[in-house]
């Protein structure tokens, strides 16, 4: 854009899902008791820290549990930290889930995701489904975090295990407004298959293109 100021420039957005699968359980959010995450078993994405969050947070939830979708080489490291902790049976270790409607039955237990490394495309599945996301302030975060403007995401202290635990007991104390539509509804217009298509149709073509506010 610097470089050609006066040349135009079209939008599309890295997108999951189609509109009709962006769709939020209907679970509602008493029935609701998992804190989710879903992605790589990374040392970048810090999922130990949430595993270490999360007991803080469940000391005085015993209701709560954890989710881990996903997978990689930190793998055998957080089942030895969940031992550790005395968090077996409250933590699940779901395996790599791909389909979306066998990731919906996750979502539709979740009081929150979290992403305690850097949050990236993961979000637009979260918001799209309802459900806020607890995010580290702190990270080289991907271009999705701009739906940090849609009021889904809680913001904690970077490598506070003590502020993720906090942030997941407000989450728990805020479920009965989920799943939430409103946050669904932003996340569709801007990160939907659809709104995809149409960025890159309209660039081929050379046409206005319409965004939302």
């Not at 979502?107 to 850097?118: E, H, K, L, R």
Request: no cysteine.
């Amino acid at each position: 854009m610097a470089d050609l100021p006066t040349e135009p420039v079209w939008v599309a957005p890295n997108s999951l899902y189609p509109l009709d699968v962006m769709v939020p359980p209907a679970t509602p959010g008493h029935q609701r008791n998992s804190v989710l995450y879903v992605g790589r078993f990374e040392p970048a994405k810090k999922v130990d820290l949430l595993v270490r969050g999360f007991a803080m947070a469940a000391a005085a939830l015993p209701e709560l549990r954890l989710t881990l979708v996903g997978g990689g080489s930190e793998l055998s490291k957080l089942k030895d930290l969940v031992n550790q902790l005395g968090l077996v049976e409250k933590v699940n270790f779901a395996g790599w889930i791909d389909e979306p409607e066998a990731l919906k039955s996750h979502y539709s237990t979740a009081i929150a995701t979290t992403s305690t490394g850097f949050a990236g495309l993961g979000l637009t599945q979260s918001l799209g489904f309802g459900v806020p996301m607890i995010v580290a302030r702190d990270e080289n975060h991907s271009p999705e975090i701009e739906l940090a403007d849609s009021g889904g995401v809680t913001w904690f202290e970077s490598d506070s295990a003590e502020a993720l635990a906090e942030s997941i007991r407000e989450a728990w104390h805020k479920r009965e407004n989920l799943p939430n539509t409103s946050i669904s509804e932003f996340t569709k217009k801007r990160y939907s298959a659809e709104a995809m298509a149409d960025g890159l149709r309209t660039a081929l073509q050379g046409l206005p293109q319409s965004l939302p506010d």
